[in-house]
C-alpha cells in the first residue's frame, strides 16, 4: 500500500512563527503536491513538485514556499504564518502520468492565533 | 482553463435510497475525471476515475460515474446508500499537465438511518 505521512495532524502556531510542514511517501513518486482545503472552496494547489529540487506555483502560492531535496520528502513553508493561513494542509503524491491516482495523506489542521 | 462545479454542498439520504452526486466541468480539451471521497479526519482516497476509455466508470464501495460530454457532466451515483457513506465527496478535473488537478468545492453526504 502507498503511505504518505505528514509530520503533524495538528499545529497551533502564532502569527509572524515560520512554520514547517513535512510530507514523507514511501512509493518513490515522482510527483508531490500540497494543497489548502477550506470549507466551500474544495482543496485548492499551493505547490507541487516533478522531481528532487524542482517546484512549480500552484493556483495560490502566495505566503509559502516548499522544499524538495529527497524525493520522498516535500516540505510546505510558511515564512511568516498569519492568521489567514488556518486551515487543513493536504499533501499528495503520484507517479509520472498524469491520469494516474494522487495518493494523499491524512492532512494537518494548522490554526494560526 | 479547467474548472469543475459540484451542485449542492450538502446532499442527505435514506439508508437504502440512491446516492446522486453532481458534477460539471469545463475544458477546453477532452479531460480525465475524477471522484475522491474524504472520510471524517482523514485524506482522500479515489473513489474512481475517468481516462477516456468507457464513459461508464464504476468505482469501489459499488460507486459509479457516467460521463457525458454533451452535459459536461460525470455524476456520481449509488443504487442503495449505507451508512458508512456518509462523507465529503470531492470530483476533480485534469487534462494531464503533469497531474495538476483542479477540485470542486465538495458535497457532504449525510446518510439517515
Known amino acids: 500500500d502507498v503511505k504518505v505521512t505528514q509530520s503533524s495532524r495538528y499545529l497551533v502556531k502564532r502569527t509572524g512563527e515560520k512554520v514547517f510542514l513535512e510530507c514523507v511517501q514511501d512509493m518513490d513518486h515522482e510527483n508531490m503536491f500540497w494543497y489548502r482545503q477550506d470549507p466551500g472552496l474544495g482543496l485548492r494547489l499551493i505547490y507541487f513538485?516533478?522531481?528532487?529540487?524542482?517546484?512549480e506555483k500552484g493556483d495560490i502560492p502566495e505566503g509559502y514556499s516548499v522544499s524538495r531535496e529527497k524525493k520522498e520528502r516535500f516540505s510546505l513553508i510558511l515564512e511568516s504564518a498569519s492568521t489567514n493561513q488556518t486551515s487543513m494542509y493536504l499533501c499528495?503524491?503520484?507517479?509520472?502520468?498524469?491520469?494516474?491516482?494522487?495518493?494523499f495523506g491524512p492532512g494537518t489542521r494548522l490554526t494560526v492565533l | 482553463a479547467q474548472s469543475v462545479t459540484q451542485l449542492g454542498s450538502h446532499v442527505s439520504v435514506s439508508e437504502g435510497a440512491l446516492v446522486l452526486l453532481r458534477c460539471n466541468y469545463s475544458s477546453s480539451v477532452p479531460p480525465y475525471l475524477f471522484w475522491y471521497v474524504q472520510y471524517p479526519n482523514q485524506g482522500l482516497q479515489l473513489l474512481l476515475k475517468y481516462t477516456s476509455a468507457a464513459t461508464l466508470v464504476k468505482g469501489i464501495n459499488g460507486f459509479e460515474a457516467e460521463f457525458k460530454k454533451s452535459e459536461t457532466s460525470f455524476h456520481l451515483t449509488k443504487p442503495s446508500a449505507h451508512m458508512s457513506d456518509a462523507a465529503e465527496y470531492f470530483c476533480a478535473v485534469t487534462i494531464n499537465q503533469g497531474g495538476k488537478l483542479i477540485f470542486g468545492q465538495g458535497t457532504e453526504l449525510s446518510v439517515k438511518p
Open positions: 513538485s516533478y522531481d528532487v529540487k524542482m517546484k
Open positions: 499528495a503524491s503520484m507517479w509520472l502520468q498524469g491520469t494516474d491516482t494522487q495518493y
